[in-house]
């Protein structure tokens, strides 16, 4: 069993021991150009979309893949090296599929240079900042491997200066939709709106891959991605791994929009939203914190 690690600064970010270990394997990480890149901050719906988008391309012609293997081996995490563990470029390197679908927390400035050079499809999937804080608090009290959470309110500071692990949500969201504009294969998606019209984001999401999948076929990945669904299948829900305790929270928590109201103080309210004007300065982005 891993222990919990401290955050420390990585070239201006604050990481954890468990993502740097293997920083010179990640980052002369060869990647092929039929790679998907599935890039987020930490607990934006990630599972989500890498189920969705492995039962798009692999739903069908191995269905077997659906009892057998645990998503997080269907999807290797890029970054993360566990000392008793295979790492994620390992992971990575083995995966017999065509495309590889790999995960990655990483802001864009550390993201390996052959994902840019063999001009891979991305799909980035952003979260409101309210609910994203929520998800990642009980995220950290459940699982060893993440950093000490603190109270809630110690989190909800640290969250607003940026000291989480994969560093500020502020300038991950930020760094990534620059990014948009000058690498064309990136689809830049919302929880959000995932959550109000899941129909319509696959439709999106397929056209930017070129994928044509029957109104049959979409209809079934949406009732199987869909939270419940996913909160009960083992091979989805994270209960295979050790690290995390579900009696302190579940991996598959709420899956909702608004539920960081349950938790935020009306005064935490406004200071979050009075520090929030001055760091989303770019009005085309942004997010809704309700539907
Ligand atoms: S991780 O650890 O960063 O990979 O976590 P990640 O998968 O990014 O985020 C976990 C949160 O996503 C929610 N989730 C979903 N919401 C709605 N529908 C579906 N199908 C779904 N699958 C996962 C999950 O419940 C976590 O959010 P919270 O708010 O904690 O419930």
């Known amino acids: 069993m891993e222990s919990r690690p401290q955050l420390f600064d990585f070239h201006g970010v604050s990481m954890t021991h468990y993502v740097t270990n293997n920083w010179e394997n990640v980052q002369n990480f060869q990647a092929r150009p039929d790679d998907i890149l599935i890039a987020t901050y930490p607990k934006a719906g990630t599972t989500w979309v890498s189920y969705i988008l492995d039962l798009l391309y692999f739903g ?6 659906q009892t057998s293997l645990p998503i997080y081996k269907r999807v290797p995490f890029l970054e993360v090296a566990f000392p008793s563990l295979v790492s994620g ?3 990575a390197d083995k995966l017999p599929t065509r495309p590889r679908l790999i995960k990655t927390h ?3 400035q550390f993201v390996p240079k052959s994902f840019w050079e063999q ?5 980035y999937l952003a979260r409101n900042a309210k609910d994203n804080m929520v998800s990642f608090y009980h995220f950290d009290r459940m699982n060893v491997t993440q950093p000490e959470p603190g109270d809630w309110s110690s989190f909800f ?5 940026g000291k989480m692990l994969f560093g500020s949500w502020y300038d991950h969201v930020n760094g990534w939709w620059k990014k948009k504009q000058t690498h064309s294969k990136l689809h830049y998606m919302f929880y959000e709106d995932m959550i109000e019209d899941i129909g319509q984001e696959m439709d999106k999401l397929c056209s930017s891959l070129g994928l044509v999948p029957s ?3 979409k209809r079934a990945i949406v009732v199987e991605a869909q939270f419940d669904n996913m909160k009960k299948n083992d091979m989805t829900n994270y209960s295979t791994v050790p690290c995390m ?4 929270s579940h991996f598959m928590r709420k899956g909702k929009v608004g539920d960081w109201k349950s938790h935020f103080t009306v005064a935490q309210n406004e200071a979050f939203d009075q520090d929030y ?3 989303m300065k770019d009005p085309t982005l942004q997010f809704h914190t309700n539907i």
């Open 157 to 161: 500071q640290r969250f607003m200066e």
């Open 119 to 123: 001009n891979c499809r991305i799909v």
């Open 215 to 217: 109104a049959e076929e």
């Open 245 to 248: 305790d579900f009696k302190v």
């Open 60 to 65: 069908r012609v191995s269905p077997e893949r």
């Open 277 to 279: 004007q001055k760091k």
């Open 89 to 91: 470029t390992e992971m």
């Open 106 to 108: 990483l802001p864009v």
